[in-house]
């Protein structure tokens, strides 16, 4: 009996052992999460992502916008994680999908090199590919090295536009994903000086700001028709340098969700090499 009981004990740990160390289905809710799970090599493990998101080489299904997931929509696809931003929600949501047993791991969308570093580690540890972690953390300092390397010799502004149609555009502040980028690339971004987060952006605020270069989202230009459109879209954009000299550069707005990701810094480095490389 005795030796029955040790290897039912033994059999029981096993499992245990089994299901702790077992691969998660994954709903991934942010283009940043998605993004650093298929650079740690967790692709297989997705089952699902959101409207934001974009998994190369693989087809799953879409379970909405980050900021407002259902239950039924992510439950339906039987994970045991689901794994955003803090910006993921809403809150009740979120509760239900937890309460049904499966884990959710909000990180911090702060914009800061070391959040990142740290979402890393986090989402290694949870995805159980640590051994991949150490080459993504190396890749950020050589990322942030190159950045460093290529500072523009003199100060140069820029600002970063959210522009939808039929809305007043609004420009980022500090404690934004795209302030953290400027500052990353050696440029200065005058509106963290008079607001944090988006706020709505007058005409007058505007020239008032002097930009030398303008980032606008890649997906606003093409709804826009263009630079042109963006002009009229944007009251006096057309009396700034930035527009005079051409300086309206696009972004890709998926690197801007849920804080810093790996693709943000590499926007970084072209939008530097496009801009602030001009002044060297």
């Keep these: 009996m005795a030796t029955a009981a040790v290897r039912l004990l033994a059999l029981v740990s096993a499992l245990l052992s089994l299901s702790?160390?077992?691969?998660?289905?994954?709903?991934?809710?942010?283009?940043?999460?998605?993004?650093?799970?298929?650079?740690?090599?967790?692709?297989?493990?997705i089952v699902g992502i959101d409207v934001t998101s974009h998994l190369p080489n693989k087809e799953v299904p879409n379970v909405g916008y980050h900021r407002q997931l259902a239950v039924e929509g992510v439950l339906s696809l039987s994970p045991t994680l689901v794994v955003g931003s803090d910006e993921m929600g809403p809150t009740p949501v979120l509760e239900k999908i937890e309460a049904s047993g499966v884990t959710v791991?909000?990180?911090?969308?702060?914009?800061?090199?070391?959040?990142?570093k740290t979402r890393i580690k986090k989402v290694a540890s949870l995805t159980h590919t640590e051994s991949k972690a150490a080459a993504l953390l190396a890749d950020i300092d050589t990322k942030l090295a190159t950045l460093r390397a290529h500072s523009p010799k003199t100060s140069l502004k820029g600002v970063f536009l959210l522009v939808h149609q039929g809305r007043p555009a609004s420009v980022a502040g500090a404690n934004t994903s795209p302030d953290t980028l400027l500052s990353l690339m050696g440029a200065t971004n005058p509106a963290a000086a008079a607001l944090s987060s988006y706020k709505p952006l007058s005409p007058e605020a505007l020239l008032g700001f002097d930009p030398d270069f303008i980032l606008v989202m890649q997906r606003s230009l093409d709804q826009l028709s263009g630079v042109e459109g963006l002009a009229d879209a944007v009251p006096l954009l057309n009396a700034t340098r930035a527009f005079q000299q051409q300086r309206i550069i696009p972004i890709d707005g998926s690197v801007l969700v849920g804080g810093l990701s790996l693709k943000s810094l590499d926007e970084a480095i072209r939008i530097q090499r496009a801009v602030v490389g001009e002044n060297d």
């Design 20 to 45: 702790a160390t077992a691969s998660p289905r994954i709903v991934s809710a942010g283009a940043g999460v998605t993004d650093l799970l298929v650079e740690l090599g967790a692709t297989e493990q």
């Design 105 to 116: 791991a909000r990180l911090s969308s702060e914009p800061s090199v070391e959040t990142l």
